[in-house]
């Protein structure tokens, strides 16, 4: 009981974002051995996962399948699957679905088409919300207190095309409010593009986001971009109604001639 116990400790600690050794003993208040020893036993089962030797520790991607086949179809995951099967289908790109975590979005799960160019796998992975398409729409959706609040923080670049102006951030999040979709362009990585839309609860809040990434060489089709964020909003829109237990079928599964 007491492994059991210290494990689901660690993994709480986890959930709160990437974190070495010393970062999850200090939270837990347990030896930096004893934490070391139950991160081991955790990644061999595929609990946790460790990008590189020495680095941080992360929610593994274990974890993650198990809480999305937990309870019935109506869980996040279980349910966002077969969305993001059909967003592959219609646009050719990987398709993902996150959900907010403070000042970032943690990218849940992906699905990625049969290509020979890829980008890499964003599972488990936290931005801030500024700078992806995913934490766009949650900024749209925040009252004008909780948004001061976020930009009065700061604003992180990490490329030459992050957004940082607050007074153009403001307006961009009123197009994002009245579209329904957003796109970035390099933003938070260079050489990937990516557009999303809100997932709502029955009480209209945005609970999740779905979006489509790929490399900025192919992605988008500019004739196409108006067509695939509405896609994605079809998409979310879907997933809404399904999360609510109105349970419509995903979209169809043939392609519209979007890829």
């Known amino acids: 009981m007491q492994s059991i116990s210290r494990a689901f ?49 992360r929610i593994g991607q274990g974890l993650i399948d198990i809480i999305g086949a937990a309870g019935d179809d109506r869980s996040l995951l279980a349910a966002a699957r077969p969305h993001l099967h059909s967003l592959v289908s219609h646009v050719g790109e990987t398709a993902g679905v996150s959900v907010r975590a403070d000042r970032t ?56 095309s992050s957004m940082i102006d607050p007074e153009a951030l403001r307006t961009r999040l009123a197009q994002v409010h009245s579209a329904g979709y957003v796109w970035v362009y390099e933003e938070f990585a260079i050489g990937i593009n990516s557009v999303a839309a809100p997932v709502l609860n029955p009480e209209g809040a945005v609970v999740a986001a779905l979006h489509v990434h790929g490399p ?44």
């Open 9 to 57: 400790a660690v993994l709480r600690a986890l959930a709160v974002g990437p974190q070495g050794v010393t970062d999850v003993a200090d939270h837990v208040g347990l030896p930096k051995s004893t934490v070391a020893r139950l991160l081991t036993s955790l990644e061999a089962v595929g609990a946790v996962a460790q990008d590189d030797a020495g680095g941080e520790y």
């Open 105 to 160: 979005v943690y990218y849940l799960d992906q699905v990625e088409p049969e290509s020979e160019v890829q980008v890499r796998s964003w599972i488990g992975e936290y931005c801030p919300m500024h700078l992806v398409p995913s934490g766009l729409v949650y900024l749209a959706s925040l009252s004008p207190d909780d948004l001061e609040d976020y930009l009065a923080a700061g604003l992180e670049a990490t490329t030459a």
């Open 216 to 259: 900025a060489y192919r992605f988008p089709d500019p004739n196409r971009t108006h067509d695939i964020g509405l896609l994605l909003i079809d998409a979310a829109s879907n997933l809404t109604d399904h999360l609510a237990g109105r349970a419509p079928l995903p979209i169809a599964q043939k392609s519209d001639g979007l890829c």
